[in-house]
């Protein structure tokens, strides 16, 4: 087998995660972070700390504890802001996920500036929740939707970016990389030919936020949206990122404690930013939990951690690709690629591979990756998809190789 040299050592970094620790038969090769991530004790301790140490409920209570949570979880909002670069964390909100950050722009400023006979722009490869919201909501206003194709290559076309917009266009959205082919699209450049059209944008950054420098004020997108719990953080807690004065033009998405200022009985007035769109009782355990999560990335390097996981796909598609038999989706370059891999091997389906790996306690995931239309354009209903993190190595895919020739011997292939 090939040996890499690889930037980070998985097998430190290892230690720090309880799930690699388990005394089991066969070692467990994790390789779906794309899904979801596996995650430190730093991250679990910071929860379980909250729990035992300061349990108390965040803005409300002048005692002690309280105003720790409330110290805390404000720190992890600080924590998200540094990490992405916003300017203020008042352009932090937290939420469940990427999903539901969605939901929050189209409910809010999709419903306000999406009208009848404008359109909004996605992309073939967006992931459902890219999509769902703009169909409802452009069916709700009798406005339209619009899809940028993507190539036998995996990409998108800038020129076709240019010719999809017009002054009807009001917004982009889209995914910043494709959780199927990995392709990691050229996002600032697309941004800027938005904005140039008087589009605003949406980038999903839930595939590339974990892995590699986002930075808002370089990209100058207008919403941003990613999930901590792929970035190995707790579940639950997920990041809008959106320019302040978006924000403060506004209207809440969800009404009720903490996002108001003043109640009367017949008028409300809202909070101020950030608090204005988070009612209710929020996951403050899964906030602190991200800010230590966001702390552990910072201490391996996120550069570090790019350069690593290049580094693992590269060797892994050389090696994928070399078995006869098997489609690899997404582009052969892995400068243009994030740190996944789908495939498929001629004659078996998808579930049929995953459920072979697993036998070898290898995980990997099988099905459309809630990416459908992407599927009908691969014309296939289904692939198999290998995801790397911090804690993957060479062996892991030697591991993956192993396992599909494996299934190529089951098959009689
Ligand atoms: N956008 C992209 C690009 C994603 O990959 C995912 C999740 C989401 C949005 C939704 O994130 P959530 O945290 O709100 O669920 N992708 C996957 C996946 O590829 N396999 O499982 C979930």
Redesign the pocket.
């Known amino acids: 087998m090939i040996k890499g040299s690889l930037t980070l050592d998985p097998k430190i970094i290892r230690q720090d995660f309880p799930i690699f620790q388990q005394a089991v038969a066969k070692p467990l090769v994790y390789l779906d972070s ?3 991530s596996q995650r430190p004790s730093k991250v679990i301790d910071a929860e379980m700390e909250y729990y035992q140490k300061y349990n108390s409920n965040v803005h409300r209570g002048v005692y002690r504890i309280s105003v720790e949570a409330t110290e805390a979880y404000e720190r992890a909002r600080e924590k998200v802001a540094r990490f992405i670069n916003a300017r203020s964390p008042k352009e932090i909100i937290f939420v469940r ?4 950050a969605i939901n929050l722009i189209s409910q809010t400023w999709g419903r306000t500036n999406i009208q009848t006979g404008d359109n909004v722009l996605l992309t073939e490869m967006e ?1 459902h ?2 999509i769902v919201p703009w169909m409802m909501l452009c069916k709700e206003k009798g406005a339209s939707l619009r899809y940028l194709e993507v190539d036998d290559d995996g990409f998108l076309s800038l020129d076709q970016l240019d010719s999809s917009l017009d002054n009807r266009s009001k917004l982009l959205a889209f ?1 910043h ?3 199927v082919l990995g392709t990691i699209n050229p996002a600032k450049e697309m941004i800027r030919r938005a904005h140039d059209k008087g589009a605003l944008v949406v980038l ?1 950054s ?2 590339t936020t974990p892995h590699m420098t986002t930075d808002v004020r370089d990209l100058d997108c207008d919403f941003m949206a990613f ?1 901590g ?2 970035m190995l953080g707790p579940t639950g807690i ?1 990041i809008l990122y959106a320019r302040e004065e978006i924000l403060d033009r506004m209207e809440p998405f969800l009404y009720g404690g903490d996002m108001i200022k003043e109640v009367h009985k017949d008028s409300a007035r809202w909070n101020d930013l950030p608090w204005k769109f988070e009612a209710g009782t929020p996951n403050i355990a899964g906030a602190i939990g991200l800010g230590a999560a966001i702390d552990y990335i910072n201490g391996l390097g996120i550069d570090q951690i790019r350069a690593h996981e290049r580094a693992i796909t590269s060797r892994a598609l050389d090696m994928v690709q070399s078995i006869p038999g098997i489609t690899v989706y997404g582009p052969k370059d892995p400068d243009k690629r994030a740190g996944l891999i789908s495939f498929n091997i001629k004659g078996v389906h998808a579930h049929d591979t995953a459920s072979i790996l697993d036998t070898h306690n290898v995980c990997i ?1 099988a099905g459309h ?2 990416a459908q239309p992407l599927m009908e354009k691969l014309g296939v209903p289904a692939t198999t998809r290998a995801s790397f993190y911090v804690y993957n190595n060479n062996e892991d895919i030697d591991m993956l190789i192993h396992g599909i020739e494996a299934v190529k011997g089951v098959f009689k292939l």
Not at 97 to 100: C, D, G, I, P, Y
């Open positions: 794309a899904a979801t996920s990427t999903t539901e992931h929740s890219n995914t990389a494709s959780n999903d839930a595939q999930s719990h792929k997920g995931r990756h809630c």
